[in-house]
Each structure stands twice: as C-alpha cells, then as structure tokens.
C-alpha cells in the first residue's frame, strides 16, 4: 500500500487549489514545494487580475477553465477571507479603426459565457473613467483583482485542515513508477529543512510551473517528442508614480497589439489603488532556468511603456514610470496541457503551459484535476 495517495508538486496557487480540492475528495495529500514558503513563483509575479475569458478562443480550454474559474475564485476568496475586488476592466479603442476589434472581443466573450460584458460609447466611459481618454470601450464590471498569494495559502489552509499535508524548502528530485505506485524522492532545498525523504504515492500531479516540462521529464515523459518544452518569455512591470493614485479605478486594457504575444502594455491596480503598467514581451536569449532567474526590470523599457499607456492616459509622463517587479511566462504552443497519463505513467497528472489566465483558471483547473483522479480512482 502507498504511504499517501496523492503527491502534488509545486506550491503556487495552482498546486494549492489542486491540493484543497484533492483533499476535499477524501484523499490523503503531500503538496511539496521547494522554495521555503507558498506562492513565490509566478503566483506573486503578475497582474492578479481575475479574469473574465474574452480573448480566448471559443471552446478552448483556456476559454472554459477562465470563465468557470472566475466564479469559482471570486466564491472562493469571499469566503476565505482573502482580498478580491471586482473592480471591472476597459478594453480601449483610441481611435474608430480599433471598434470593431472590440465588437469581435464582444461577440467571442458573449460566446464564452462572460457575465455582462458590453460595448460603451464615449460619455459613459467618460463618466466611468473621466482619466481615461478613448472613443469607446469593451466594459467587463466583473473582472477583478486578487491577492493572488493569499489565495494559494489559503486553498494550503484548507488543504491541512481538510488532513492534508503541506511541506516547503522540499524539491521533488526524482519520480519513478515502481510495483503500482509512484516512488517519490524529495530533498531538501531550504534553511528550514536538513534532510530529505522518500515516500510512495498513488497518484502525482505535476503543478511545477515554470519546471512543469522538466518535472514531467523526471517522470519519464519524453517532453521533446510531446512538444513540451517550455519556452519562458519574461513580463515586466513599472509602477506609476503615487502623484497619480486614484486617478484610474478600473484595470485598463488596450486593444492587444497585432503580434499577438501579450494583451498590450495596461493599467493594473493592486487592492491598495497602486497603479502599474505591463506586462510587456522580452524574449530572452538563454533560458533563465539554466542561465539563472534575473528579475530585475531594464529602466531603458520606461519610454516603450510610456508610449503604450499614453495614448489613453495623456496626462502621463515618461518619468512617472519606475522599475517594478517582472515575471515569467511558460510558454507552450499551441495550448495548456491537462494530461491524465496511462501505461507506466499511469497514475500521474500533468499541468504544462499554465500561462495567463492560470490564476484565474485555479480553481476549474484543481476540479479538472480532480475529476481525472476520481475517475482513474473508479476505474
Ligand atoms: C507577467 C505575468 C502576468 C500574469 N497575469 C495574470 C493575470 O493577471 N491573471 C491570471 O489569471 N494569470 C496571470 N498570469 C498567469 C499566472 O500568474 C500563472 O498562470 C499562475 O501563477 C501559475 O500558477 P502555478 O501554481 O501553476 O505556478 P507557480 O506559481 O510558478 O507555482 C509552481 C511552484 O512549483 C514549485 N516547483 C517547481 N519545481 C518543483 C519541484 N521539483 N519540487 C517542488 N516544487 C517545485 C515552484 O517553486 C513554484 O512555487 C500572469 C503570468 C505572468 C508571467
């Protein structure tokens, strides 16, 4: 018999939904993450915007894990007690050619179940957002933002409380598939933590963010024959000077640039009224994974975010803008991966590619998860 039945890989506030939801089924859980606390990936290293769904293609499954995931966030951090504001999002035309993008993001939001969303002309969006300069707006009023790290250790919580256990400063090193169960090494990777261990455990969800490829890898799974390797594309951030706190209340979008890696350079706020621009594209020329993580922000960027954000916000200047934080994102062409495994993988889940809206996404992702499990637990 295995020592647990199910081993989730990775902390983040994928992991931890996985973990609270596993738990809640009624089977025991070891979530095992390495850095020394919760979130620190590239849960704390983005907009914590709560998204509606509108970009992605109908039927995809970004598209339903978004809407479905929203809802599901927005019950959750009521309850749990964690920050959520639904503050509403614009998505600007600056000028008419750019309206019928906004009619095209309508009809595909409409489509994929977004609650609300509308098109507004300029008066109401001048009442809405007098700062903001525009001739029209997609307008999604249930589009928020979240304390995204408080809601992975709040779902870690519950997981514990629901008899879960949660380790940190712990790394899984080595996975292997033994007598109908899965062997699972783990060392130690942080102050709080001398040693490692090894136990046995029915089921693995890899929920290792931006190792979910080499983590698959560990597992056996042949990554470069599947199209798994992941290709990390950093996001960076710059914080609007505080002169201008409370001049923007809801998130502010452009109308995505052409190329279609990003959403365009945009207005986030935090719970606090803290207003940032970003993320934008840098491609990196080494992997930082092996290179080493730099999460410093180029000051050089300031005028291309500048130019981006001004065309909306004219009263915006150049040195309003200072280097803020930066992320990663895991990219993995064409989609995500939610992989149930068979044959001498049988028993592991895979979570590859969880770019945006992946916090937004959470909640449906860890049902999904657990759906898979249930179902190979009946079998
Ligand atoms: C710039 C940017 C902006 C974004 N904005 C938004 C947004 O506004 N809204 C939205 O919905 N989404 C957004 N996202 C996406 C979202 O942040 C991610 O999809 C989400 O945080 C992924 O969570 P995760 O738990 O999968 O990964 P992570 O938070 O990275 O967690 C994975 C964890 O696994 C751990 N781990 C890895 N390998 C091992 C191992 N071998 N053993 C143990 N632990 C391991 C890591 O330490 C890490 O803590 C954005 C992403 C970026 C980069």
Redesign the pocket.
Known sequence: MADVDCTI?????????VAAELSGGGFSTVL????DG??????????????GGMYYPTGSLKARF?VE?RRLLKAFCENAGVGYRECGKLIVATEPAEIPYLEKLLARGLDNGVEELRLIETAELRALEPQVSACAALYSPRTG?LD?EGA?RAWARLAGERGGQVLTA????GLERRSGAWTVQ?AA?GPGRREGWSHTSRYVVN??????D??AA?AGVDIVARGWTLHL?????FAVSDVHHGRVDRLVYPVPPAHGASLGVHV?LDLGGQMKL??DVEHLDRDPRDAGFDWRVDPARRHAFWEGAHRFLPWLRPEDLEPAL?????KLAPTVVVSREVGDLQGLVN?VG?????????AA?AREVGRLIGEADAA
């Open positions: 890989i990775g902390g983040g506030i994928v992991g931890c939904a095992v993450e390495m850095e919760l979130g620190r990936g590239t849960t704390s290293r983005n907009s914590e915007v709560s998204h978004c995931g933002i995204a992975a712990a790394r899984v090193a783990v990777s929920a290792a963010g931006l190792f979910a080499r983590v560990l594309v950093k996001g960076n951030y986030c970003g993320p930066s992320g990663l994102r895991p979570l969880i770019e945006s809206p992946g916090l937004t996404s959470a992702l």
